[in-house]
């Protein structure tokens, strides 16, 4: 099977744009997780998708916000952006309920310029 | 408030000889435990797991082991090897509810196995 794969890999952006990041799982799972890893700070957890519905998020902005579509496709969008938002953002699949075994994509690097 | 901590931020071994990285929690909600390995420009891959009620998981060179009273874990790679050189995550699971399980990560330990 293809492994999940991220759209686009670089992006530079100024502040106060917005961005739109792509993910398409691994097929047959129905389950996406967004993170954004930061030097600092890690890994940290966005939010996830399942079935087009969000079942779970974490401690970010209403900035960000995503949405899932029938095919499990998923994107990631951010408003207004910050300096801080550059950072690595990172989609993993799962098979879905209940996995904890996660495959993620390459990421996509976000600079905020 | 980081509940899981790894400590030391980079690591260097000889190669063949015993890598030793550990990881700490906090929240004794967690019931699974996984390490990721994180090379540059790419996304962390699952490299092993462990279950709350286990102590021990073996794979190959790699083991973990938990220590649920110290709250703490550590994987072994024995013999360490020059393609292991990479950043080791530590993630710990917790049921979030409505069939989800979300996963809360370290900060990660850049590990050099030195030929």
């Known amino acids: 099977k293809a492994g999940v794969t991220q759209t686009p890999r670089y992006l530079i952006k100024t502040r106060g744009q917005q961005v739109t990041l792509s993910c398409s799982p691994i097929?047959?799972?129905?389950?996406v997780s967004w993170y954004q890893q930061t030097p600092g700070q890690g890994l940290q957890f966005l939010f996830e998708?399942?079935?087009?519905?969000?079942?779970n998020k974490g401690n970010f902005p209403g900035r960000f916000s995503g949405r899932q579509f029938s095919n499990s496709r998923s994107e990631m969008n951010v408003s207004t952006l910050e300096l801080g938002d550059s950072a690595l953002y990172l989609c993993a699949s799962s098979e879905g309920a209940p996995s904890t075994k996660q495959y993620f994509g390459p990421g996509t690097r976000l600079t905020v310029t | 408030d980081q509940q899981v901590k790894q400590n030391s931020p980079s690591l260097s071994v000889q190669e063949g000889r015993i890598s030793i990285l550990n990881c700490d929690y906090t929240?004794?909600?967690?019931?699974?435990f996984l390490w990721y390995k994180k090379y540059p420009a790419e996304g962390p891959t699952f490299l092993i797991s462990i279950s709350s009620i286990k102590d021990k998981n073996e794979d190959g060179r790699f083991t973990v082991f938990l220590n649920k009273s110290a709250k703490h874990l550590s994987l072994h790679i024995v013999p360490s090897q020059p393609g292991d050189s990479a950043v080791y995550f530590c993630?710990?699971?917790?049921?979030?509810?409505?069939?989800?399980?979300?996963?809360?990560f370290g900060k990660g330990t850049k590990l050099s196995v030195i030929p």
């Open positions: 929240n004794s909600m967690f019931d699974y």
């Open positions: 097929s047959g799972h129905r389950s």
């Open positions: 993630a710990a699971s917790t049921y979030s509810g409505a069939g989800s399980y979300q996963l809360t």
């Open positions: 998708y399942f079935s087009e519905t969000q079942r």
